[in-house]
């Protein structure tokens, strides 16, 4: 079938053809990107968020990279020089766990994943250059990886100490914050233990200022993405204040006995009720030491997590520890200290002091606990002898009172006072906090890329030397034994300090796969290089101009990536500051879900019947939920193979870019897909009509002047549409085309047959992003011995045939329409008004009338009035 001409096939026979012409590109090397950008041609670098190699793609893969491939589609055919690679997110604990499951070793099972996604990647057509194809699996990525970790260390942007972190007992590993359920391990169910280990650490925080400052000049960035990264980052401008201790519990070293504060709030000191700690606090942590009842308290907040999600909706709780501090700005007034579980250990120094009248959550907790509440904010308009602290707090906009020298001031004017008394008297001082923290990256995992250090008892920690990586894991490991593999391998740590030549061990903690995806875009530009990146390389396709991926890296994965090409930056590795000039964040896929029972059922697995739905297997009734995030837990997934299998490439990724626009979510329906394939097939069916029927014939007439405005119009909207990153708007336009097609093949005429030809060429063209296979079928049918559609430039429109050169002008007697008339564009009113009087209609609405008045609105409406 492969060699069958087109014109052959009534129909688009998709499971021959697109197979054909994918073979065609990938002899023609279609999609291949030189290693430098040519400097006779603009570059454009597009790029999807690589997937992990879970098994099978599912539709919101589709999606995702049907979007970069009409990006990357359209810009080649522009004549920009296309960078459009992919590559694989392939290590992660998910391997590791099936090992365990499964008993297959972790690099087996990514590598078969990996096999099958890119097989169905490739039957979808997407104009990729396999050539630079990369997995962080593969020792030639992260060796590379490797050394990018030492020139940091080197550069004084990684750094080894002691962290608090959530320790699985039962896993024997460090979970993120995220990971911990209830108090329990999200895998094992075990209670989770607070441990401090030595960890390895990027300094993030070296990068806070420019990190935020830089999201004001990210103009192709989604709003909300730049809002949530600057609330990340957090910057605070406020005030360190030390808080004297009333006999501190011996052992408790801190500056003069204190307890430090970080606040933005100095103005409203006086308003002091209580100082909470955080439960990790090394106050708290000395007081469970001695107390018991404090023991358990700590012990309780640890259950139930640190993240900022979790305090959030957990019942707000304290532990009065029995000392108290004196308030620096009253030496008379005392307060009392609480172990609390919703102060953050991460945010400024873990301690915080409650001003009840301020804040909403301070004000709930002195109410709980009967504390002192203290009024020091008088709301605007309120009257300070009439005013009382109800149960709100005041949030608004307030002047301070019962608040010694900063009383009658503004908020504004206070803070400043307040830090400015504070330094004078040597109780704080004013400082900028940060609430993002350095980029702890160790994990007790042996699926990830190993840390390149190797600890003495001599020498200390020494980096593994260049020509020693990269430091690869070894295959024969077992994972019957909980905890990380790599510290029970008998061989692979132990191995010869590279400095004094003396046993030594390697370090069995491999990076966090953020560290992984901070940087491939980067690798794709010379991904098989001996170095990290090649400068002429990396700084001629950087940065990428068009990122999409879902909204759920929009802090992480992007800031850690943003990091990431600064510290390289700073390493020699490359020479820009933002790896992303463009980002798009694509909605979700939705689809119902179908319950029998307690069972889940999969979409395939049900089928309607009248007006309801029921199982296949069963022939009962099932439940159908709600269209939702499609998920593997809830069976209401999508197999791309089967859409393909089904409709062919074109049609899935038709429907893709059809339904909605592409930021927002969008349910996959069966009718849609149908649709989407009855449309494929009806402008095969038109385009081959004309290839068949027409003659080339070389005039234009008046007979397809309508059609041939209506193509020109048809580019510069396309084109729009694609600029604009709308392409649901593009698809649009396309079925408005196809169908003044349709009505231009019942006309006759001189032109018709040239105008036809022209939309078919044209419409041929503009598809060509979004179904590929079916442009280059539709360009073989009117050009059997022309070039690829992917070698071929974007249309341009003809200035002339896009101004309108016909008006619909609607006639009406007394008010009532009778009739319509078609003329040029601002016609004489003489000539409108005659050939309205001619209208057959409007004729006899007139006969024996006398007309009063002629009314004509020019382009639009003539309207008679009249008499008798």
Request: hydrophobic share 40%; aromatic share 8%.
């Amino acid at each position: 079938m492969s060699d069958m001409t087109p014109h052959e096939l009534s129909t688009f026979d998709f499971h021959a053809r697109e197979p054909f012409w994918q073979k065609r590109w990938d002899e023609a090397k279609s999609f291949e990107a030189p290693d430098v950008p040519p400097a006779d041609r603009p570059k454009y670098y597009v790029l999807e968020m690589f997937p992990y190699p879970s098994g099978q793609l599912h539709v919101g893969h589709v999606r995702n990279y049907t979007l970069g491939d009409v990006v990357a589609r359209y810009k080649r055919a522009q004549g920009y020089a296309v960078l459009h690679p992919m590559g694989w997110d392939a290590f992660g604990l998910p391997a590791e766990n099936a090992a365990r499951e499964r008993g297959v070793h972790p690099g087996t099972w990514t590598m078969q994943n990996i096999a099958t996604m890119r097989e169905t990647l490739q039957r979808l057509g997407f104009s990729l250059d396999w050539k630079r194809e990369i997995a962080t699996c593969q020792p030639e990525y992260y060796g590379q990886q490797q050394k990018l970790f030492l020139d940091m260390l080197k550069g004084g942007l990684v750094e080894r100490r002691d962290a608090a972190v959530n320790w699985d007992p039962v896993d024997q590993t460090v979970l993120a914050n995220e990971q911990v359920v209830d108090g329990r391990g999200w895998r094992s169910g075990a209670l989770i233990e607070k441990k401090t280990l030595s960890q390895w650490f990027l300094k993030i925080t070296d990068f806070a200022e420019p990190l935020l400052e830089t999201l004001k000049k990210l103009d192709r960035w989604p709003e909300r993405v730049k809002t949530m990264q600057e609330r990340w980052i957090g910057r605070s401008e406020g005030a360190k204040v030390r808080f004297p201790l009333h006999h501190p519990p011996e052992g408790y070293e801190s500056e003069g006995d204190a307890c430090e504060v970080f606040t933005t709030r100095p103005d409203t000191l006086f308003g002091l009720s209580f100082i909470g700690i955080a439960a990790d606090h090394p106050l708290a942590q000395k007081i469970a030491q001695e107390n018991s009842d404090a023991a358990a308290f700590v012990e309780e907040c640890r259950r139930v997590g640190t993240s900022e999600e979790a305090l959030s909706t957990t019942e707000k709780r304290g532990f009065d520890t029995g000392l108290r501090v004196t308030n620096p700005f009253n030496p008379e007034q005392t307060a009392p200290v609480w172990i609390a579980n919703f102060v953050l250990t991460e945010y400024g120094t873990g301690a915080v002091f409650g001003c009840p009248c301020g804040d909403q959550r301070d004000l709930d907790f002195a109410r709980k606990y009967d504390l002192a509440v203290p009024s020091v904010l008088l709301p605007t308009g309120e009257d300070e002898a009439s005013f009382t602290l109800g149960e709100k707090a005041v949030t608004g906009p307030a002047t301070l009172y019962h608040s010694g020298f900063l009383t009658g001031k503004s908020t504004k004017d206070a803070i400043r006072a307040a830090i400015e008394h504070l330094e004078k008297i040597g109780a704080g001082q004013g400082v900028t906090n940060w609430r993002l923290r350095d980029w702890g990256v160790s994990r007790q995992r042996y699926w990830g890329c190993p840390i390149p250090i190797i600890y003495c008892d001599s020498c200390g920690a020494q980096p593994v030397p260049d020509d020693q990586l990269p430091v690869t894991l070894p295959e024969d490991v077992s994972f019957e034994r909980p905890g990380n593999p790599l510290d029970h391998h008998p061989t692979w740590k132990h191995v010869a300090c590279p400095s004094c030549g003396k046993p030594a061990q390697r370090e069995t903690d491999t990076c966090d796969t953020f560290v992984d995806s901070s940087w491939y875009f980067a690798r794709y530009t010379s991904p098989h290089a001996k170095t990290p990146t090649v400068a002429d390389a990396v700084n001629g396709w950087l940065s990428v101009d068009q990122y999409i991926g879902g909204v759920e890296h929009a802090i992480l994965h992007l800031l850690y990536a943003r990091f990431f090409t600064r510290a390289m930056k700073q390493t020699g590795h490359l020479d820009v500051d933002e790896p992303f000039s463009g980002l798009f964040t694509q909605g979700m896929v939705t689809h119902e879900s179908y319950r029998d029972g307690d069972q889940w059922l999969y979409p395939e697995e049900v089928e309607q019947r009248g007006d309801v739905v029921v199982s296949k297997k069963t022939g009962r009734d099932v439940t159908v939920g709600r269209s939702e995030k499609m998920s593997k837990s809830k069976r209401n997934t999508v197999s791309p193979v089967d859409i393909i299998s089904h409709y062919g490439a074109d049609t899935a990724r038709w429907f893709v870019l059809s339904d909605s626009p592409p930021e927002r979510d969008m349910e996959w329906t069966a009718a849609g897909v149908a649709a989407a394939a009855r449309f494929m097939q009806k402008l095969y069916r038109q385009v081959s009509d004309v290839a068949q029927r027409d003659a080339r014939e070389a005039t234009h007439g008046e007979a397809g002047a309508d059609l041939r405005h209506i193509t020109h119009r048809t580019i510069v909207a396309v084109t729009e549409a694609l600029e604009n990153f709308t392409p649901n708007v593009a698809v649009a336009r396309l079925h408005e085309l196809s169908s003044a097609l349709g009505e231009a093949e019942k006309k006759g005429g001189e032109g018709i047959a040239a105008a036809r030809r022209e939309a078919a060429h044209v419409v041929t063209l503009l598809i060509a992003p979004m179904m590929p296979h079916l442009a280059e079928e539709l360009m073989a049918l009117l050009e059997p011995d022309g070039a690829l559609v992917v070698e071929r430039a974007w249309p341009e429109a003809q200035e002339a045939l896009l101004a309108v050169h016909k008006v619909t002008i609607a006639v009406q007697v007394r008010g009532k329409l009778r009739g319509t008339i078609i003329c040029a564009p601002d016609a004489p009113k003489e000539d409108v008004l005659a050939q309205a009087k001619a209208d057959e209609n409007v004729a006899k609405a007139l006969e024996g009338k006398r007309i009063v008045k002629e009314i004509h609105v020019p382009n639009r409406i003539v309207n008679f009035v009249v008499a008798g």
